[in-house]
């Protein structure tokens, strides 16, 4: 296993990202032979549902520390915008035994943010390399592609559920993927939330599409109850079909 593998969490808001990308840092700790592995778990998603449901809290997000950087420069155009990212960014890091997170917080405001943008995907780029894994909970829909916030994937799933919507983010991501600076190595479709009996209408929908579902997770009302309740889905019990699913999901990444 080499060091500094990236799996992106993607699809349309809704279709349960955040439990998915919550339950593959659970159960890649969980495997076999993966006693030593520490992760980097990054929330690339503005509403920040990540660090709840692994039951972390944070301080900062990078979205704090972009705007205070920016401030600073329009009062000092000398300012070292990279070094004082690279600096700062490492004491806004959760620290977990065996994983640690980092939040993106809110999206740019007004103005021009590439510049800051570019900084933000090396210094990721940078700390991908210091984990055995990097699991990234990225924005609903295409954002995150469309910006360059998210390049160099090993794995990006890209999640549907029973929605054609969903399916329509899908295509476009992969449309994007391929048209921008995005070096993602393998995509796999996968549904999640699925209803008993509705696993062959999923797949013959998407082939529709043209796309290929690989790996499906069954409807789990569990996870309702965990979110209503305030609980981290990362203490679902390891009956619960969803965790069953991922870590199957995570077998096959390993």
Do not use: W
């Amino acid at each position: 296993m080499r060091k500094g593998k990236v799996i992106a969490v993607a699809g349309k808001g809704g279709t349960g990202k955040t439990a998915i990308a919550a339950l593959l840092i659970r159960e890649l700790l969980n495997a076999q032979g993966n006693e030593d592995v520490c992760i980097l778990a990054v929330d690339a998603d503005a509403d920040t549902n990540l660090p709840d449901a692994l039951g972390i809290s944070y301080a900062k997000t990078v979205g704090d520390i972009r705007e205070g950087l920016l401030e600073e420069k329009q009062r000092d155009f000398t300012l070292d915008i990279r070094s004082q990212f690279e600096g700062k960014i490492a004491g806004i890091i959760a620290e977990e035994e065996r994983y640690d997170l980092l939040v993106m917080g809110r999206p740019e405001g007004p103005g021009c943010y590439c510049p800051v943008n570019h900084i933000i995907r090396m210094i990721i780029d940078t700390l991908a390399k210091n984990y055995d894994y990097t699991i990234i909970d990225c924005e609903a829909g295409l954002e995150h592609l469309s910006r360059r916030t998210t390049r160099d994937v090993d794995v990006m799933l890209v999640v549907l559920d029973t929605t054609l919507k969903s399916i329509k983010t899908a295509l476009r991501l992969k449309e994007i993927a391929a048209e921008i600076d995005i070096d993602v190595k393998k995509l796999v479709i996968m549904a999640n939330k699925i209803p008993d009996g509705a696993d062959k209408m999923m797949v013959g929908e998407a082939k529709r599409y043209n796309l290929e579902i690989e790996d499906i997770i069954p409807f789990d009302p569990l996870i309702s109850e965990y979110d209503t309740k305030g609980i981290p889905i990362v203490d679902l019990p390891d009956g619960a079909p969803s965790v069953i699913a991922v870590r199957r999901i995570v077998e096959k990444l390993l």
